[in-house]
């Protein structure tokens, strides 16, 4: 049977496929961004988490496809399984214009029907971001696209293969994320191993988001 979402950084997390349609699903990906990322190996199996690109477009059709209702049911049940509260949107690939809606549909759903469900994750669509500010960061490729924005950022740093988060009027608390951990350029103690549940628990990284503690104003 299908499984939709793999364990990832302590997080069950949704890959869809990688690189620019029609080959994946990073519409908005950078020249940058795409000179420095494994898609561009052709990867037909992503070692990290052990999926094949043809699997992903499985996972991609049911989440286009499938009932929303079947989709947040079967989401709750998989993280259940994998243990963590942690919903991580767009593990690999992204949300292309065309899916704005319905991922929207979903996210909105999953809140109303499953609150307990904790959902995050990146995105390049401003359109999805905007709508969501208290699930998804905004991926930008400089500080000068942040300003006077409110919500939360992750600037790639490609030397250092680490994600900085950050936000306009402030620098996130133990936000720089990645490959092994996420550290804090202040406070060391703030530093942990990559995983999503310390960062959830220690209010860093992306938790470390005055937008979570904003009413989302849905209504059931
Ligand atoms: S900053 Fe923390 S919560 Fe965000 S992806 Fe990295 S480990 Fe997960």
Not at 64 to 79: A, N, T
């Amino acid at each position: 049977m299908l499984k939709l979402l793999r364990p990832f950084t302590g997080a069950g997390a949704v890959f869809f496929p990688i690189g620019l349609p029609p080959k994946g699903t990073c519409q908005f990906a950078t020249p940058k961004c795409i000179a420095s990322c494994y898609a561009e190996y052709d990867v037909e199996y992503d070692e990290e988490v052990r999926i094949s690109q043809k699997e992903k477009w499985q996972i991609y059709k049911y989440f286009m496809e499938c009932p929303i209702e079947w989709i947040c049911d079967k989401v709750k049940e998989e993280i259940d399984g994998l243990q963590t509260p942690i919903f991580h949107w767009f593990g690999s690939g992204d949300c292309q214009t065309e899916n704005t809606d319905r991922i929207l549909a979903i996210t909105n759903f999953m809140s109303l029907n499953h609150p307990d469900v904790v959902q995050m994750g990146f995105t390049r669509n401003t359109k999805l971001w905007e709508a969501r500010k208290d699930v998804f960061a905004l991926t930008v490729e400089n500080d000068s696209e942040i300003k006077n924005r409110e919500g939360i950022f992750s600037v790639p740093d490609y030397k250092k293969q680490v994600s900085v988060m950050t936000a306009a009027a402030y620098r996130v608390r133990g936000g720089q994320c990645g490959p092994d951990d996420c550290s804090d350029l202040d406070e060391p103690k703030l530093s942990h191993d990559i995983n999503c549940q310390m960062c959830l628990r220690m209010r860093t990284g992306c938790f470390d988001n005055v937008m979570r503690d904003k009413s989302t104003n849905l209504k059931k």
